[in-house]
């Protein structure tokens, strides 16, 4: 299985961006981290960040003819705005992981607005970087057919 971690703006900051809320490890970390548990469970990762909307898009349609199985996606601030990436999403029909860092339903109430929520299979708000390796485990089982 191959899997894209996908993530939206500003997640290139992590450990400079409000710390108190996204916690001080950075980037890398989260990758490191995604990428070693990936391996225990056998998948293949590919990660891609951006701070455009367009871009994340052209990923997600990449994804498409690159034959990947799932993504795991951390929209970051395009969750509460984009109808472009969530037809993104719903267009090539990979089953999508919605995650985020922090408890984004517990924050400011446009941060309860989710427009990627209608198209993903999950969603894990948070757990940290725990949300990313739930989220594997996840489409592990929802492509092996555990979970409907």
Not at 81 to 92: E, G, H, P, R, Y
Not at 130 to 141: E, P, R
Request: proline residues 3%.
């Amino acid at each position: 299985m191959k899997f894209l971690v996908l993530n939206g703006p500003n997640i290139n900051f992590l450990g400079i961006r409000e710390p108190g809320i996204y916690g001080k490890s950075t980037y890398n970390d989260l990758m490191q981290t995604v990428t070693d548990y990936a391996v225990t469970r056998g998948v293949e990762i590919e990660f891609y960040q951006s701070n455009c909307e367009g871009a994340l898009v052209d990923a997600i349609q990449k994804a498409y003819f690159e034959k990947i199985d799932g993504i795991i996606f951390n929209p970051a601030a395009y969750t509460h705005t984009s109808i472009a990436i969530l037809d993104a999403v719903k267009a090539v029909s990979i089953p999508t992981v919605e995650v985020h860092l922090s408890d984004v339903d517990s924050r400011e109430d446009y941060r309860k607005i989710s427009y990627i929520r209608e198209a993903a299979v999950a969603t894990f708000s948070g757990h940290g970087f725990k949300g990313y390796t739930m989220a594997v485990d996840f489409l592990i089982d929802y492509l092996n057919g555990a979970i409907k």
